[in-house]
C-alpha cells in the first residue's frame, strides 16, 4: 500500500501499534512474518490490517472476517497460507475489532456496529483495487467466512455499484466458508419485522447478536478464548444486522442469478453447523450458474472449521489453499497457451 510504515519486532497476537505502524512477528516461527498497519479506506476510515507475505508469492488473498469477531482470530491459517505461496492481506472490518475499538488509532467516526453493506461492499472493492495496484501480475482471490462469507458471494451479484464491472474481472475465484445465507436456526419473524423497521430510525443502535460460542467449534480452548477476546462483542448495530440477515436472504432467493459465469466459486461448509444453514449454502451451489463451482462439505463440521481439532482446521485450510493453487495453474497454463498461439 502507498504508505510510509516503522516496522517494529512484536508478538504474533499482541495488539495493533501506533497509526500507520507496521510490524512483523518474530521469524522463529513456523509461518513467515506479517506486518500490521493502519490504512485509510474509501471514505477516509482507518482500517487495522494485516498482511502475511509469502516469501515467494503465487497469488493473492484478500480475506473477510465474520460478524462479531476480527483479523487476529486466524493467525496460524493466514501464517500457513504465506508459506505455501499465498500471500494474505485482511482487516478489521469497519465495526468491528481494532477497527472499531482501539480507541488510540480509530477513526472518530468508527464504532462497534457501525456497519451496513453498502459500506462493506464499498470496503472490499477497495481493497481489491488497492491490492491488484500492489500486485499486478499475481491472481487476486476473495473469500471470506460466515458474515464475510455473504458479503464474498453478494460482491459479485451487485445490480449495481459497488462493485464496478471492471474491479470483478480483477477477481480470480471466490472462496465463502460457512457463508451467512440463512441462519440455522432463524430469529423470530416478529423480531426481524420490528428490527427491520427501527433500523430505519435508529440505524446504528446496538442490539444483543449472541452466538453460544459452544457452537462455533469443537474445540474448547478455542470456544473459550472467544468468549474471552477482549475485541469482540456480541452485539450488532440494527442497520447492520439487518443487512447481513435480508442481504443473505437474498442472495438465495434472487441475487445467485447475477453471479458471473466465469467467475470460479468455492464454499466450505461444515454439515453440522448451528450458526449458518448448511442446506442454504449447498442451494445456493446448486443454483448458481457458474462454469467452475465446488461444493467443500466437512461431515460433522461446526461453523468454524478454522478452529475444529483432531485434524479438520488443517484439512479445512489445506482445500482452502490447494483450490487456490489449482486456478493458479489452471490461468498459467492459459496464459502458456495463448503466449503459445500468439507466436505462431
Known sequence: MDMTTTTTTRSPDA??????????????????????????????????????????????????????????????????????????????????????????????????????????????????????????????????????????????????????????????????????????????????????????LLPNFLFDAPVPVEDLSHDAAANEANAKDPWIIQKGSLRGLRDMLSGGEQLLWNDYKRWPRSLPLCIVHGTADRVTSFAAAEEFLNKVDAADKELKPFPDGFHELVHEPDGVKERFVDECISWILKHVDASTRGEEALEGVSKL
Open 15 to 200: 495488539s495493533a501499534s501506533a497509526s500507520a505502524t507496521a510490524t512483523s512477528a518474530p521469524s522463529t516461527s513456523t509461518p513467515p512474518p506479517f506486518t500490521e498497519a493502519w490504512l485509510p479506506g474509501y471514505d477516509g476510515l482507518q482500517f487495522y490490517t494485516r498482511t502475511y507475505h509469502a516469501p515467494s508469492p503465487r497469488a493473492v488473498l484478500l480475506f473477510v472476517h465474520g460478524f462479531a469477531e476480527h483479523t487476529g482470530r486466524y493467525e496460524w491459517a493466514h501464517g500457513v497460507y504465506a508459506s505455501r505461496g499465498i500471500t494474505v492481506f485482511t482487516y478489521d472490518q469497519r465495526g468491528f475489532g481494532r477497527t472499531a475499538l482501539d480507541s488510540k488509532h480509530k477513526s472518530k467516526s468508527s464504532s462497534y456496529g457501525k456497519t451496513g453493506w453498502p459500506d462493506q461492499l464499498s470496503d472490499i472493492e477497495w481493497w481489491v483495487k488497492k491490492l491488484k495496484s500492489e500486485y499486478p501480475s499475481l491472481p487476486l482471490f476473495l473469500m471470506g467466512h460466515s458474515m464475510g462469507g455473504g458479503l464474498a458471494l453478494a460482491f459479485p451479484t451487485r445490480p449495481t455499484p459497488p462493485p464496478a464491472l471492471e474491479t470483478l474481472a480483477l477477481l480470480s475465484g471466490v472462496i465463502a466458508s460457512s457463508p451467512l445465507l440463512l441462519q440455522t436456526n432463524p430469529a423470530s419473524k416478529i423480531l426481524r419485522y420490528v428490527g427491520g423497521k427501527a433500523s430505519l
